[in-house]
């Protein structure tokens, strides 16, 4: 069990929430991975235990480590973990696991990453990779959340897109005016001619559950194949989540 210690935390809004940690030497992982990750002992205050997956938002060449997460009230983890702040303890299981990695995927001219809400935490991890720019030519972030203050990375995306020309982020807001609103699904063929195309296109999914659900349900019917850590695929799914 990896212990590190908090050294930032940023609060975008009452759902949303950031926090960077130290990184331990022997600390390993593959962009687009998820960790186990939770607090010590005594702050459950009575209650049980309990470890989350948490994709990191951090590369693997980073020399810190961090995790995006939203906030539900009544959460066994989450309503604790958003009271952290600077010099606090997080406890990390050291076997990172996840579907979400470049590896994972067929070759093709296009990457495209559709995200949710906090969904976006593994996409940052990779498109800030300088190997996945030399893996694809086109690399699309879509991504929606509710209000435009859970945009939580646009900034950083956009000091990227001037390294990286390849890459295009679409960003979409579902609950509010926005220049984009709407969920992505709407602006996916102003960017990609005839929508997803097999065989140009590779996917990875990080959303609800419901999005993870539709999107297999909409690849399958299609002929995609779905990849994972054994065999490439023409799609790939993330299906950890937090409360």
Known sequence: MHSVEVTSVTHYNDRLFSFTTNRPRTFRFKNGEFAMIGLPEEKYKGSKQV???????STNYDDHIEFLSIKVPNGPLTS???QVQEGDEILIKPKTVGSLVIDYLKPTENLVMLATGTGIAPFMSIINDFATYDKFENIYLFHTVRSANELAYIEQIDNLIEIFPKLKYVDT???EQYIRQGRFWNYIPNFLPGGLTKG????????SPDLNKSCRTMFKSLG????????NGDFLLERAFAD
């Open 173 to 175: 807001v579902s609950q």
């Open 200 to 207: 140009r296109d590779s996917v990875m999914v990080c959303g």
């Open 51 to 57: 470890f989350r997956a948490y994709s990191l938002v």
């Open 80 to 82: 604790i973990l958003q």
């Open 224 to 231: 995609w194949q779905e990849g994972n850590v054994g065999e």
